[in-house]
Nanobody, 118 residues
Framework: VQLQASGGGLVQAGGSLRLSCAAS????????MGWFRQAPGKEREFVAA????????YYADSVKGRFTISRDNAKNMVYLQMNSLKPEDTGVYYC????????????WGQGTQVTVSS
């Protein structure tokens, strides 16, 4: 699976962005998918994940109620709608294809930069 994230940019605090992750490969719909982010000087952290069928989602506590992950298996796409953005949401956002029962990341996509100004 090859992944390409897009949709990042510069936004003011309180604003919104929608990230997209385009996947190639016929097995896309068999993978759970996740979004992760990495702020400058910090380790990469989990943001959100969605099951292969889209029926189950998980969120980091820091984004619950503000971010929504979704997917369209017909289009091989995963999305992250980010609302009420805060400066601490700034970072490079990556999508990942998750495998196994533990949902470990099997494939990483290139990141997209999100910058939230105060």
């Amino acid at each position: 699976v090859q992944l390409q994230a897009s949709g990042g940019g510069l936004v003011q605090a309180g604003g919104s962005l929608r990230l997209s992750c385009a996947a190639s490969g016929r097995t896309f719909s068999t993978y759970a998918m996740g979004w992760f982010r990495q702020a400058p000087g910090k380790e990469r952290e989990f943001v959100a994940a969605i099951s292969w069928g889209g029926g189950t989602t998980y969120y980091a506590d820091s984004v619950k109620g503000r971010f929504t992950i979704s997917r369209d298996n017909a289009k091989n796409m995963v999305y992250l709608q980010m609302n009420s953005l805060k400066p601490e949401d700034t970072g490079v956002y990556y999508c990942g294809a998750l495998k196994g029962s533990s949902w470990e990341v099997g494939y990483w996509g290139q990141g997209t930069q999100v910058t939230v100004s105060s």
